[in-house]
C-alpha cells in the first residue's frame, strides 16, 4: 500500500491540501485488490475508453470525488455511462474502489493525481460528455481565494475536453464561492447557461444528494447548482 501515492507531475499551485489520512484496513485492502481494475496512471498517456471500458459510451468526469460516494450511486444509477475519477484523498480513492470492486463494477475508472495534470496529459479533446465538480474546497479566507479550482482559465480549458452539446455541473455549498462560480461561468466563452442567464439550477436528478449535503441542509446550509453546456 505504501507504493500508492498520489501523482504530481509539476509544482503550481493548487486548489487543494493534501491530506493523506488514517485509512481503514478495508481502504488499505481496497488497493492491493482492485486497484489493478479500476486504477488509471499518468504514466498510462491518452485514455483510451474503447479499451479501458470495453466500449463506447457516453464518458462522464468528477475531479475531487471525496470519499466517492455520491460518484458510486451515479455509476448504478447511470449504467450507460463510464465513469473517470480523480482525487488525491487516499483514504476516498481507497473507499471508492473497494464499493466498486464489491460490486464487480464494469463502468469506473480512478486517478489518484492532480486533475490538471490528468486533463493534460490523458484526456482527449472533446471526449468528455460531462465534467462534474461537486463541492470543492472553498478557500473561504479572502487572501486564500486565489487557490479556488473554478478560475476563469481552468474553466476555458475545461471546455476543450467536452463535447460540443456536453455540459459542465459545479455544485457548492458557500454562498460567496457560488457567486463566483457564477460570475466566471457566466463571462466564459463557449458556454450556454441551461436555467437561463444568471440563474443557478435546480439540483438535477443525476447527482445524488450525499449524507454530508443533507446534515448541512438540517442546519439550514443552501447549496446551489450550476449546470452549463458547451455550445462551440
Known amino acids: 500500500m505504501e507504493n ?3 501523482e504530481f507531475k509539476k509544482k503550481s499551485i493548487r486548489s487543494y491540501v493534501l491530506r493523506t489520512g488514517r485509512m481503514t484496513d478495508r481502504q488499505r485492502f481496497a488497493f492491493d485488490q482492485y486497484w489493478t481494475n479500476y486504477g488509471a496512471s499518468l504514466h498510462d498517456g491518452l485514455f483510451d475508453s474503447s479499451l479501458q471500458f ?3 459510451a457516453p464518458q462522464v468526469l468528477e475531479i475531487g470525488f471525496g470519499m466517492g460516494e455520491s460518484l458510486f450511486k451515479m455509476t448504478q444509477l447511470e449504467p450507460d455511462k463510464d465513469f473517470i475519477g480523480i482525487e488525491v484523498h487516499s483514504p476516498g480513492v481507497g473507499r471508492l474502489i473497494n464499493n466498486a470492486g ?7 475508472k480512478v ?3 492532480d486533475a490538471k495534470d490528468v486533463l493534460e496529459d490523458c484526456i482527449v479533446d472533446k471526449s468528455l460528455h460531462r465534467i462534474q465538480i461537486y463541492f ?4 473561504h479566507k479572502k487572501k486564500h481565494n486565489k487557490r479556488r479550482l473554478i478560475q476563469s482559465e481552468f474553466i476555458d480549458f475545461l471546455r476543450l475536453k467536452i463535447e460540443i452539446g456536453g455540459m459542465i455541473h459545479l455544485a457548492t455549498d458557500w454562498a460567496h464561492y457560488a457567486e463566483q462560480m457564477l460570475q466566471v461561468m457566466e463571462h466564459a466563452q463557449g458556454y450556454k447557461n441551461l436555467a ?3 440563474n443557478y439550477s435546480l439540483r438535477p436528478n443525476f447527482r445524488p444528494i450525499t449524507k454530508f449535503e443533507s446534515r448541512g441542509k438540517r442546519l439550514g446550509h443552501g447549496v446551489w447548482d450550476l449546470l452549463y453546456t458547451r455550445t462551440s
Do not use: V
Open 136 to 139: 470543492p474546497d472553498p478557500w
Open 196 to 198: 437561463g442567464q444568471g
Open 111 to 113: 486517478y489518484m493525481a
Open 4 to 6: 500508492f501515492k498520489p
Open 54 to 56: 470495453g466500449r463506447n
Open 102 to 108: 464489491e460490486h464487480s463494477l464494469r463502468n469506473l
